[in-house]
């Protein structure tokens, strides 16, 4: 069994760490647990060069990092924390465009097998937009012309719709999206087999649409900076291969789940106008028109509203085969809540670097350590912490529009 997060950026995207390099990916991944990650950005032409000088081909479709790379890391890296570490080659594609009478915004993740697809693929976008302006460019063309590019590209190159439910760039979203994955890709739907939930929801939300059952509910992290991968992240059980991996997507076969976050911490979980300080529940939204309260214009509808939307279940359904999911909050948030001080903060940073070394990777101690083994640790109350969140007994204050919700664990005295 072994963690991937699929969806990295580079430091070549806008609002992205310049920290964001590929060793430094790699050694947070292992930090973090995950075997598997994304390069991210791949169409862009400075990091697509750094690719390719600094990953070597592994198992089949799979990359590791070069022998110098590779050895720098290994000075780095906590002893508890070695082992394997795969890149997939991954971007994301933003496309805008006029559809049925309404400007669409999608974003979505490509995913190739091999470096001559990935040069094939940018090849051919370079045709139709500036891929050289972020890591995540943006092309005015239709989200089904995309993925046929991305099925000539390579045999096994695949796409994933990105944060599905997200209001403003999404193939579901509230503001731009449409009602359905088939209205999205057309004829070409059926070449989609996977769906990427996004922080604002959970798979639990995504099993009130029956018309989603077909598809693997996949969960990244969108990391933005190398300590963000594996807030979500996918559970495989098959053998470390671009194909098998991509398989188990399409089957359910050798597909474990996901890690979540809870969605009401996602930014956009709610309805709400952020310059007003007003969040609302979709009842409440209803009632007041879609309007702000305060200054009277429109609200940003959140997931939780256009998920119910198009619900035809009640809260609660789950289809037959559904795979499991396990909602976690990143260490550092926990720390933070324990000493009561930032999570980026230097207490904060001590105290995840002391953990790790001590018991293992982050989603190890988050999802599997032994409550006894976390409790000879310090901070003082990192096991109750552990177990009540493992249990789903946390206080929540749902995000939205744009703001992040937090999840709590212990009342304030």
């Known amino acids: 069994m072994f963690y991937a997060d699929f969806h990295v950026h580079s430091r070549f995207s806008r609002a992205v760490s310049r920290d964001c390099t590929l060793p430094e990916l790699a050694l947070w991944g292992r930090k973090k647990g995950l075997s598997v990650i994304g390069t ?7 990091w697509f060069s750094e690719i390719n000088d600094q990953l ?13 790379e590779q050895k720098e890391l290994d000075k780095e890296i906590e002893d508890s924390c070695r082992g394997v570490l795969r890149f997939v080659i991954s971007t994301e594609i933003s496309t805008i465009y006029k559809k049925n009478g309404r400007t ?6 490509v995913f190739m097998p091999h470096l001559e697809g990935a040069a094939k693929f940018i090849e051919r976008l370079s045709k139709i937009g500036n891929l050289a302006s972020d890591g995540r460019p943006i092309l005015g063309m239709d989200s089904r012309d995309l993925l046929e590019i991305v099925l000539e590209s390579a045999d096994g190159a695949f796409l994933i719709p990105a944060h599905i439910w997200t209001p403003w760039f999404s193939a579901l979203g509230a503001s731009s999206g449409f009602d359905s994955i088939e209205e999205c890709y057309d004829d070409l739907a059926g070449h989609v087999f996977a769906l990427e939930t996004g922080l604002s929801s959970d798979p639990a939300m995504n099993w009130r649409l029956s018309a989603l059952d077909r598809f693997r509910l996949v969960s990244n992290s969108d990391a933005h900076s190398p300590s963000k991968l ?39 979980h709610l309805d709400g106008h952020r310059l ?24 940003t509808i959140g997931v939780m ?5 198009l619900a035809d279940r009640p809260d609660g359904a ?36 002391s953990l790790i070394a001590k018991i293992g990777p982050e989603l190890y101690i988050l999802k599997d350590a032994p409550a006894e083994e976390l409790a000879k640790c310090d901070p003082p109350l990192l096991a109750e912490a552990i177990v009540k969140m493992r249990r789903g007994e946390v206080t929540r204050d749902p995000g939205y529009d744009g703001c992040f919700g937090v999840i709590k664990l212990f009342a304030k005295q």
């Open 104 to 109: 669409r915004k999608v974003h979505h993740l």
């Open 230 to 268: 594996g807030r979500e992240a996918c559970i495989f059980d098959t053998e470390m291969d671009f194909h098998k991996i991509r398989a188990a997507l399409e089957s359910g076969r050798g597909f474990g789940g996901t890690l979540e976050f809870f969605p009401d911490e996602g930014k956009y």
């Open 305 to 309: 509203n256009r998920v119910s939307k």
């Open 276 to 299: 007003c300080e007003v969040r609302l529940l979709p009842d409440e939204t209803s009632a007041k028109h879609g309007l702000c309260p305060v200054c009277g214009k429109p609200v």
């Open 40 to 46: 991210g950005d791949f169409t862009h032409p400075k």
């Open 318 to 353: 789950r289809p037959e085969n559904a795979a499991p999911f396990y909602s976690l909050i990143p260490l550092q948030e926990i720390l933070s809540e324990i000493l009561s001080v930032g999570p980026a903060s230097l207490r904060v940073r001590k105290a995840f670097s």
């Open 56 to 68: 070597v081909p592994t198992e089949p479709g799979l990359f590791r990092l070069n022998d110098a």
